[in-house]
Every structure is written in C-alpha cells, then in structure tokens.
C-alpha cells in the first residue's frame, strides 16, 4: 500500500510517501504506539517545509510525489496529523484529504499528532520517559506522557490541557520534555517537530481507515458558541 502523510500540524509542515510492506501488523496492545515487529515501511520520499517557511501545502505534497516517481493515482492512502496542534494547517490537511477521497477512492487515516511526535522521539534516540508539551494558547499546553523503550512506545499519560504550573511540576518528577517550541519554556528540553515520515510509518501499523467525514482535529476545548444579540431596531422619524 502506497500511503501519502500530510503533517502540518506545527511551523514545520511536511509531506511523505511511504510504501507500507505486507508483513507490517497492526498495533493492538492498549497503551502501545508503536512496536517493532514485523518488517519496516519503507520511505519513499519526504519534502519538509522549515520553520517560517512559506511553501504551498500542495507544492510540499507534489514535491514529495515527484521525490518518490510517483503519481497521485497510485496512491492508496492518505494519512493526516490531527494534532492538536496548529488548527488552520490541520483543517488544511483534513480538507486536503477528504477532496482527495472525493475524487478518488483512496483510504483515509487521522492519526495524533502527539503519537508521531512520540514515535519520532524514538527515532532520534530518545528514550525513558517524554513529556511531549504543545502550546495551545491562551496561557494553557497539551502534555502528554509516554515511555520510550528501543522496541516501543507506549503512552502512560493520555493528553490533556495543563497550566504552565502543571507541567513544570510533571517535569521536575523526571523524564524529558519535548515538542515543537519546547525551548520557550524548557531549555533543557528536546526541540522536536511531527513528521510526515514518521506519520507514515505510524500509519502503516493503522487498519482504522475513516470515510472524510469522520477526520476531526484533536482539540480538547469544548466548542462553545454565544448568541449574537438581536438586530437593533432604529427608531423612525
């Protein structure tokens, strides 16, 4: 299976293609992100925009289909971060894929961002125990804890809003804080950003396919909305 992740859920979007071999079994252990079992995804192609950048989301994604010698037809699948994260890029992505699936019947996968940036922890040779901290504006940041081991990642803390306070505090008990502006607040911490690599790989493991409508953000306030008031009614003369 051919899969094309689009990760723009941080300053550092990304598109990947990703040949997902047969042999790659599911996750299904609780709390498990990912294990090595079985043999590995292979990367095709990558095309990352840096921070501050200003590429298209649809050059990144023809950049990493040209990578790859690929054209979009023969791709299967199509693997978004949810985030939480920047919630214009993941709509971007969200819209991308479900017009995608409008014009061809491919496979859709959302997948949380915060498990890629765990899995990519791994990846660059982190491990013991990673709080992934993302701001989420408004004074407040999503944590979420995991356990980093050579063969798995497995979430011990699921994700949640928290206080500056709160995290500090989850920091001074040990492990590693990490993300994508971790520094702005933990200068020992890990700079980390979700990849649209290692999404792929993540979503290799995936058979949870979801029609478009079902591709929601990862966004843990409640929506509310405010009633606007009634039209003023201008006295005549």
Same mark, same amino acid.
């Given at each position: 299976?051919?899969?094309?992740?689009?990760?723009?859920?941080?300053?550092?979007?990304?598109?990947?293609?990703?040949?997902?071999?047969?042999?790659?079994? =599911?996750?299904?252990?609780?709390?498990?992100?990912?294990?090595?079992?079985?043999?590995?995804?292979?990367?095709?192609?990558?095309?990352?925009?840096?921070?501050?950048?200003?590429?298209?989301?649809?050059?990144?994604?023809?950049?990493?289909?040209?990578?790859?010698?690929?054209?979009?037809?023969?791709?299967?699948?199509?693997?978004?971060?949810?985030?939480?994260?920047?919630?214009?890029?993941?709509?971007?992505?969200?819209?991308?894929?479900?017009?995608?699936?409008?014009?061809?019947?491919?496979?859709?996968?959302?997948?949380?961002?915060?498990?890629?940036?765990?899995?990519?922890?791994?990846l660059e040779?982190?491990?013991?125990?990673?709080?992934?901290?993302?701001?989420?504006?408004?004074?407040?940041?999503?944590?979420?804890?995991?356990?980093?081991?050579?063969?798995?990642v497995r979430?011990?803390? =699921?994700?949640?809003?928290?206080?500056?306070?709160?995290?500090?505090?989850?920091?001074?008990?040990?492990?590693?804080?990490?993300?994508?502006?971790?520094?702005?607040?933990?200068?020992?911490?890990?700079?980390?950003?979700?990849?649209?690599?290692?999404?792929?790989?993540?979503?290799?493991?995936?058979?949870?396919?979801?029609?478009?409508?079902?591709?929601? =953000?990862?966004?843990?306030?409640?929506?509310?909305?405010?009633?606007?008031?009634?039209?003023?009614?201008?006295?005549?003369?």
């Open positions: 299976m051919k899969i094309l992740a689009i990760e723009f859920s941080s300053t550092q979007r990304s598109a990947a293609v990703v040949d997902s071999r047969t042999g790659v079994p =599911p996750v299904s252990d609780e709390g498990v992100v990912f294990s090595k079992t079985g043999e590995t995804p292979v990367l095709l192609s990558e095309a990352v925009q840096t921070s501050g950048g200003h590429t298209l989301a649809f050059a990144l994604i023809e950049d990493a289909l040209r990578q790859a010698k690929m054209e979009r037809e023969e791709i299967d699948c199509l693997a978004v971060g949810l985030g939480p994260g920047s919630y214009t890029g993941i709509r971007m992505a969200i819209s991308i894929a479900q017009g995608w699936q409008l014009a061809k019947a491919v496979r859709l996968l959302g997948v949380s961002s915060v498990d890629v940036l765990a899995l990519h922890a791994q040779g982190v491990r013991g125990q990673v709080h992934l901290v993302i701001d989420a504006q408004r004074k407040e940041f999503y944590l979420a804890t995991y356990e980093i081991t050579e063969a798995e979430e011990t803390e =699921p994700l949640r809003l928290a206080s500056l306070a709160e995290v500090q505090a989850r920091a001074q008990t040990g492990g590693c804080p990490a993300g994508p502006e971790v520094h702005e607040w933990f200068p020992e911490g890990r700079v980390l950003f979700p990849r649209a690599s290692t999404l792929g790989r993540l979503a290799a493991t995936k058979t949870n396919f979801v029609s478009g409508d079902k591709l929601e =953000p990862i966004y843990l306030r409640p929506t509310r909305f405010v009633k606007a008031p009634p039209p003023r009614v201008l006295p005549t003369f």
